[in-house]
């Protein structure tokens, strides 16, 4: 039997972020698109080939984009938005699209699922007419054809691009359906005259998060119709993140010749398979999206299991979701004792083809069963090692439980209101301040020893010093230290903590050119020293205002990284709530009264299935709990949000018992804050006032009305001024001005309500 192997899809952007590099020479102006089509050109080849050279059966082209896959999708239908729509230069038109020009808003973008990549959201409307645009599909396929290579061709699904668009209107998206697939039928054709028995990947994941019945009621007629089109054509849907056991009842009405499956994140597909007959089943088992080692003795399991039920010719070996939401490879990290455990793009490759290989073959070569037993010794070892276990840690989990904060929350409320005396309607801002390029500079120089401790320290300080004294003359009620020291609010905590590990090329892509290099949580967590006590004192002593202690949460921290996957993500939570409760009677300890816990990423996280929701906010709600329960009834405790729809989710933020929570409503203004009032939510809310995305600075006036506005909704006597979010994407001059003004608002709004 031949070996069985499909890769979903591969990292584009590059081993070296070529891609990017390349991008942003042309955005600026400094290279040509010709200079910017052969990287992208060499890219693919390359990505090709790392395939190919590992024996992957099924490769696929039009998984690379110079942006973005569901941009590319829109413009393969046209559905190109009308204010774009005169721009005649097809890349001028697709960077238009994706980055705005001076007149035309850049189209919206979004994460994508429960990842952290980010899409551009479709629009769509009567103005478009929706046709064929297949150039950009059938050049990377004769590319690939040229080198030896027959791709299978990655296309995003009619229904998945459908359920993600917006609509001008506010109409049903599913009203264009019929264009829509007219546009596909027509790629199918041109498909089957080209080559004979083409392999299209349809990528649906919209099928795993909870599909509604009229999207079920879709899904047979849809790709029946697609099926129809050309006998020649082989039609894969492809689901990932989650399982799909509803599409697959569907799909088995079809004469689709193949469904693939996450088994890693979708492991109730189990249940699914009884329902294929005669089809290709497409096995995710390698974990697509994060950064481990595969269990081989785990993963031939699963196979055998499935193929108790689903004929071995027909099964193939898969990764479980595209290669694009891991590093590229762990060639050139250092750490190589650390790294047997992992594997990123390149070396799930290698482990597509070896199961596929020991899978499929009647008997194992001795070569084979050596590294089978290898990576069992690799798993055993990892359980033990003392990386990994830290026996303080695992000693102080079993007793550390959830607490309540001390007294409820209105008892709290008083004492705290009587102790800060603070004015109605107080006014602060969400943490960071500019982030400057000398700060940045400042901050390589201290990593790579060009500068010294001392000379470091005294920067940062000077920068504490002129952002309190701002605030100070701006007038705002309880300050912050501006974040100076802190590249990101992740990657800060994560350096200072145990457990986790930073790579040296570990870029995955966050959207277009931007890549982010998420930590590694690998052993378990601690914090050997206070993170930010010294910090936070410091401009604490500068200032006789309340300074706000600054920390990030455990779910945001789990979520913008990779986290490890031999605990959960509850243990692995609960340990980062230990490290945060130190911190905060650290913190406590030097006087600090007033600590924001951010939970920047709380609402990113939700589970793209229902069922899995309540054990998410348990442990999202309890770790957050047990960091914070420390805290003095007279201590106030803030979080912060970064988002405003918080319709679904309102009880269990107000489980979370936090006393004053911050959110951004700038661009939302009243419509999502009735659910506030609507639930009779009790705690104080900040809700956003300043829209930080733009350079807008609003005026004394506008902040006035956009005050009043949520007055109408929340109390006076409950309710913060401050802006959507930090403020480190702006500059000194708009911050200034902007909180000037927001101050100034404030205190006439203050006025008038006395
Ligand atoms: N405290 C952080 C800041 O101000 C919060 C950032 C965020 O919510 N994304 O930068
Ligand atoms: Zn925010």
């Not at 995955?508 to 378990?524: A, E, H, L, M, T």
């Amino acid at each position: 039997m031949t070996n069985k192997t499909w890769i979903t899809g591969f990292s584009r952007i590059g081993e070296n972020r070529e891609l990017k590099k390349a991008l942003e020479l042309f955005w600026k102006g400094k290279s040509s698109k010709e200079e910017l089509e052969s990287v992208a050109k060499e890219l693919r080849k390359k990505h090709w080939q790392e395939q190919k050279m590992r024996g992957v059966e099924y490769i696929s082209s039009n998984d690379f984009s110079f942006y973005d896959h569901m941009l590319d999708t829109a413009v393969m239908l046209n559905a190109i938005p009308s204010r774009f729509q005169k721009i005649k230069d097809s890349t001028t038109l697709y960077f238009s699209m994706a980055r705005g020009t001076k007149d035309a808003q850049a189209m919206e973008m979004t994460k994508w699922f429960n990842t952290n990549y980010h899409y551009i959201v479709p629009e769509l409307s009567p103005s478009i007419s929706f046709k064929l645009n297949a150039d950009k599909i059938i050049k990377e396929y004769n590319e690939a054809f040229e080198l030896g290579i027959e791709t299978k061709i990655n296309l995003i699904g009619p229904l998945t691009f459908l359920s993600l668009c917006k609509t001008e209107n506010g109409e049903d998206p599913f009203t264009y359906l019929d264009s829509v697939l007219c546009v596909y039928k027509e790629l199918l054709a041109k498909m089957a005259k080209l080559q004979a028995n083409t392999v299209l990947q349809f990528e649906e994941p919209i099928f795993v998060r909870n599909p509604s019945s009229i999207l079920i009621s879709k899904i047979a007629s849809t790709y029946q119709s697609l099926c129809e089109v050309s006998p020649k054509n082989k039609i894969a849907v492809v689901t990932y993140f989650e399982h799909a056991t509803e599409a697959v009842k569907e799909l088995s009405k079809t004469d689709v010749w193949g469904i693939g499956l996450d088994f890693v994140y979708g492991s109730y597909n189990m249940s699914a398979l009884s329902e294929i007959r005669n089809k290709k089943l497409i096995v995710g088992l390698v974990d697509g999206r994060n950064v481990w080692a595969n269990d081989y003795e785990e993963s031939l399991d699963l196979l055998e299991k499935i193929s108790a039920e689903i004929p071995k010719e027909n099964m193939i070996v898969s990764t479980a979701a595209s290669l694009l939401h891991c590093p590229y490879s762990l060639k050139g990290e250092p750490h190589k004792d650390l790294y047997q455990w992992f594997s990123f793009g390149v070396e799930k490759i290698v482990e597509v083809v070896f199961l596929s290989e020991l899978f499929f073959s009647e008997n194992r070569s001795e070569k084979n069963e050596e590294r089978l037993n290898k990576n069992k010794q690799i798993f055993i070892e990892k359980r033990r090692s003392r990386f990994i276990t830290d026996d303080n840690v695992q000693k102080r989990m079993g007793s550390f439980i959830t607490k309540e904060r001390p007294m409820d929350f209105n008892a709290r409320y008083k004492i705290q209101r009587e102790k800060f005396n603070l004015p109605l309607l107080p006014t602060t801002t969400i943490g960071s301040f500019p982030q400057t390029a000398e700060l940045r500079q400042l901050r390589r120089d201290y990593k790579n020893n060009t500068i010294s401790k001392h000379d470091y320290e005294t920067q940062i300080k000077a920068y504490i010093d002129e952002c309190v004294a701002l605030q100070e003359e701006i007038g705002l009620d309880v300050l912050v230290h501006g974040e100076p020291e802190r590249n990101d609010m992740v990657e800060y905590f994560g350096e200072l903590m145990q457990g986790f590990l930073f790579t040296q090329k570990g870029w995955v892509q966050s959207y277009g050119s931007r890549c982010v290099k998420p930590p590694i949580i690998f052993g378990d967590v601690s914090r050997p020293y206070p993170m930010t006590v010294p910090w936070i004192s410091y401009a604490q002593s500068k200032t006789s205002k309340k300074m706000k202690g600054m920390l990030t949460g455990p779910v945001t921290i789990i979520n913008w990284s990779f986290a490890r996957n031999d605990i959960s993500k509850a243990e692995v939570a609960k340990q980062i709530a230990m490290a945060l409760s130190d911190e905060i009677v650290d913190l406590q300890k030097a006087g600090i009264s007033i600590i924001q816990v951010d939970e920047a990423a709380f609402k990113e996280g939700y589970p793209l299935r229902k069922e899995k929701v309540q054990e998410y906010e348990n442990w999202a709600v309890e770790s957050f709990k047990m960091a914070v329960s420390v805290a003095a009834p007279e201590t106030q405790i803030h979080t912060h949000m970064c988002y405003s729809d918080f319709n679904d989710i309102i009880h269990t933020i107000e489980s979370m018992d936090a006393d004053v929570i911050t959110i951004e409503t700038a661009r939302s203004g009243n419509k999502l804050l009735e659910i506030f009032k609507k639930t009779h939510y009790e705690h104080e809310i900040g809700p956003g006032v300043y829209d930080i995305h733009s350079p807008r600075i609003p005026s004394v006036e506008e902040f006035e009305t956009q005050i009043k506005m949520r007055l109408e909704v929340l109390s006076k006597d409950k309710m913060w001024v401050n802006p959507d979010c930090g403020l480190k994407t702006r500059s000194w001059d708009e911050v200034k001005s902007a909180l000037k003004n927001m101050v100034q608002a404030a205190d006439n709004v203050r006025r008038s309500l006395k």
